[in-house]
Structures are given as C-alpha cells and as structure tokens.
C-alpha cells in the first residue's frame, strides 16, 4: 500500500511560482508512474502531468495549458515526486493531487491507484 503527502501549496500573485511535493511512502517509488492532477469544487480532476517509471525512461506527460510553465521531477532515493510550477495564473487555482500507478504513466485519473489528499494552490490576479 502507498502512501502520498503533499504539500507545498499556498497563495501565491499571478507570475510568480510554487513548487509542489509529493513524499511517497510503502513503496519503490521507481517502480510506480507518478502523476499531478487538479480538481476545483464540482469539477472533475483534470490531468496536469505525469512521470513514468524506471520501466518507461521516466517519461513525462504534460497537460497543453502547462506545457512550458509546469516541470514535473522525481527524486527517487528521497521517494519525492515534484511539481514546479511558474508563471502561474489565476486559472491555476485549484486542489492538487499527487497519484501513483504502476509502471505507465498516463491521464486518466481512473487509472491511478494511490492518492494523496491534495494540497491548495491559489493564484491572485
């Protein structure tokens, strides 16, 4: 059974930057495909990013809205997954999630096993 925590969140004026944390625990993070999802109140969580596994390269992922503003990093002797996040909008705002499935990192949300319980991120314009 793996165990996410996230943290890092917070309030934080359109263009600056936060980075997100993941600590997983319960498991080889390596062997398990890692992803960032978010989700507003009455909302379905949207994809954000996702890294693979040791068994992909590590790919990543990258939902079109944060291509070049999000980077999604992993540190797997520290069982961390990352989420840099900068020129952040007032869109950004939401809950973010940290997931993990095995192997293959992909965008659906259905498809991931493990889930933390979200950190806020809020974005003033």
């Known amino acids: 059974q793996v165990q996410l925590v996230e943290s890092g969140g917070g309030l934080v004026q359109a263009g600056g930057s936060l980075r997100l944390s993941c600590a997983a625990s319960g498991g080889t993070l390596s062997a398990y495909a890692m992803g960032w999802f978010r989700q507003a109140p009455g909302k379905e969580r949207q994809f954000v990013a996702s890294a693979g596994s040791s068994w992909t390269g590590y790919n990543t992922i990258y939902a079109d809205s944060v291509k070049g503003r999000f980077t999604i990093s992993r540190d797997n002797a520290k069982n961390t997954v990352f989420l840099q996040m900068n020129s952040l909008k007032p869109e950004d705002t939401d809950v973010y999630y940290c997931?993990?499935?095995?192997?293959?990192?992909?965008?659906?949300?259905?498809?991931?096993?493990?889930w933390g319980q979200g950190t806020q991120v809020t974005v003033s314009s």
């Open positions: 997931a993990a499935r095995r192997v293959t990192a992909l965008i659906d949300p259905k498809m991931y096993t493990y």
